[in-house]
């Protein structure tokens, strides 16, 4: 397959924490950088109410460009709080985010109790369910509980992402039996990145491509802090892995973004 350049490409960033202090210094201009490089969106995440309201705001400044999630991620599952916080991220959907999460499992780290991760997992699925927002999910070493959610999600009409994905081939491949989609990060430009299979198993309609910035820059930046401009990157690599033309994968990711949250027409092809 013949080079691509990669200014030609279009593409949705559909997960990047925009909203994390990490940008404070030149949030504008890394916006700037993304349209440049051929970004149509940014979905912004809220992985907290308080981040949620900071993501909300970005939308509303950059709007049909930036949107915005609401959720409760698992290394806070702790001190989630239903009757406090489940109101709140409600109130975010009902303003205009366009999905719940950052929500998900994460048993690597374990930074809440595993059970306290599972209940605010289960509040989210049903907020989901209740607002018909998708469910954006952060999965590690947890895919027993992750396979058990997304069948309850599934059976309660609810479909999502399993975003910045390294897992199993079988948990790929349950989620895209329930109708999910699969999205990649720049780890699969790391040199120790090996699975080119899981990359050629998700069906072109089910692919995301993300950034998840500011963290996991891909080469040839990788140890810099990322940003949503260097997508390219990961669709050049998951292109290549397919053998498959970029442009025409960018063309179909973002219309993947588009169908799974619902985005303004402003964000299609």
Known sequence: MASQDRS?????DSHAHLADAAFSGDRDAVISRA?????LAIVCIGESPAV????????ADNRGFVFSTAGVHPHDAAAFDADRDLPLLRAHLRAGAVAVGECGLDYHYDNSPREAQLAAFTA???LAAEEKRPLVVHTRDAEDDTRRMVTDASAAGVTGVLHCYTGSHSLAEHALGAGWYISFSGIVTFRKWTDVDLLRLVPSDRLLVESDSPYLAPVPF????????????TLAAVAKAREVDPEQLGRATVENARRLFGLAPSAAP
């Open 124 to 126: 989210q699925v049903s």
């Open 52 to 59: 949620a309201s900071v993501a909300a705001r970005l939308a």
């Open 222 to 233: 990788r140890g810099r802090r990322n940003e949503p401009a260097w997508v390219t990157h």
């Open 35 to 39: 349209r440049s490089s051929g970004a």
């Open 8 to 12: 030609a490409l279009i593409f949705i």
